[in-house]
Nanobody, 120 residues
């Protein structure tokens, strides 16, 4: 399974960005899709996730500003980021939990990451 993110970049505080992540390859079923981020010197942290049933969870720091959504037909997940703050600066990683077929267990797959930089 290949996971590819896009949409990062440099934006001023208060601005918006939309990240996209697509999964491809030997996929039988995708359960949870999520976005994580890691800032220099910090551990990787969960930003938002969405289950196959559409249930979403957000980190407290992004609630009300970020929205996660998925297009299951396209194996794609999005992260709309509004009212960005300098502390949102990080490398954002897409995580996909998927299985290759019946009888297989879910496995974690990660993208290469996309840089988001918010200037003050």
């Amino acid at each position: 399974v290949q996971v590819v993110e896009s949409g990062g970049g440099l934006v001023q505080a208060g601005g918006s960005l939309r990240l996209s992540c697509g999964a491809s390859g030997s996929i039988f079923r995708i359960s949870t899709m999520a976005w994580y981020r890691q800032a220099p010197g910090n551990q990787r942290e969960l930003v938002a996730r969405v289950t196959s049933g559409g249930t979403t969870n957000y980190a407290d720091s992004v609630k009300g500003r970020f929205t996660i959504s998925r297009d299951s037909a396209k194996n794609t997940v999005y992260l709309q980021m509004n009212s960005l703050k300098p502390e949102d600066t990080a490398v954002y990683y897409c995580n996909v939990q998927a299985r290759a077929g019946l009888g297989f267990s879910d496995r974690d797959f990660w993208g290469q990451g996309t840089q988001v930089t918010v200037s003050s």
